[in-house]
């Protein structure tokens, strides 16, 4: 019943750093080190003991929800925190030192109890869980994620007008800035179809409502709380939303649906390993999440149909950062395995070219 409880560990161990923050420069490795530890473990490949028993109906209501509350909670210890630094010498270092490791430490929690809890509240039936999923969405500026991946990625997964399928042979660099500008302008484009076939007024737009509450919040940010936390609350946002993309990017990388082919389980990596699954919410087994949005998620589980990635989330993000090619190679080969890809070489004239826009016609 352990792993019931697993999706807490990050957000709570966040939670004690900002709590006794701000910190010396030599108190920041002692922070820093244990996060590595998913990362090695998912470099290894470990899966542990399945699990005996499920976890409980009633508690996998209650973990998102928690895990909602202390992110909330944990993003107002954080501008306090940051409230507090100073960019004067002597203690210019330890700010600076401190600014990095909200980069990795509140970073990566803003994705794991923000962003990703809000992605399983959005798909929960109600308008509270959605709320909140909108809310927490919110504080990570990433709000149009509510619009997009319900009522376009869902639909258009693995085929080329999704903004959310990473093609094949494109790295991640190339990915991000793809998929973020165009993510939102899908979700713009979606809201205005949804408000012009059903009449709605203008400020019924779902997008620009989040963009106003976010900018309100920025403001709000910087008279309340100041600069300094303005900073680190956009840095944790940055962060939450690369490692959202960086995870979108290995769920469907290199995958391709042909017009008229509904979504299968073939359309999705997945991954087994402990920490991916369970300190994520279940979020390894996305193939079957495709095929069951309105699962909880400790009901999702790895369909053999479905590519396996070479590691865990943990450690192919940072494969994808900064060994990208290896990443594509391991990635490609297991296609040519299941026959998904050609069996043409990963060569660099193979690889992924961004599509030439039309040069305009004259009327």
Known sequence: MLHAFAPVLI???TTGFLVTGPHAWWI???????????????????????PRRPVPPPLAGMIPGFLAVLFVADTWLLLEMAARWS???????????????????AGSNAALSGILVAHELIHRPG??????????????????????????????????????????????RQFWRRTVPEQFRSARELENRRLRLNGL???????????????????????????????????????????????????????????????AAHHTWHTDTWCSTHLILGLAHHA???????LPYPSLSPLPQSPRLPYGYFFLIFLITYRNDRFQTLALRELQRRGLAPQVANTPATRYRPRAKPAPTRA
């Open 11 to 13: 957000p709570l161990w």
């Open 28 to 50: 920041i490795p002692a922070w820093l080190l244990p996060m590595g530890l998913p990362v090695l473990a998912d470099r290894c490949n470990w899966r542990g003991r399945r």
């Open 87 to 105: 960019w004067n010498l002597p203690q210019l270092p330890h700010t600076l030192v401190d600014l990095a490791a909200v980069k990795f430490l």
């Open 127 to 172: 308008r509270l869980p959605k709320a909140l999923g909108r809310i927490l969405l919110i504080l990570c500026g990433y709000e149009h994620f509510f619009t997009e991946h319900l009522r376009g990625h869902h639909r258009r997964v693995g085929r080329p007008d999704d903004p959310a399928t990473a093609r094949r042979h494109e790295s991640y």
């Open 201 to 263: 007024p203008w400020w019924r737009h779902r997008v620009w409502q989040g963009v106003a509450a976010e900018a309100l919040l920025a403001l709000g940010i910087a008279v309340v709380f100041g600069t300094s936390a303005l900073l680190a609350f956009a840095l944790q946002a940055l962060m939450a939303v690369r490692n959202l993309e960086a995870i979108n990017y290995l769920q469907h990388w290199g995958l391709e649906r042909p017009p008229g082919e509904p979504p």
């Open 288 to 294: 079957h999440h495709h095929l069951a949005p309105g």
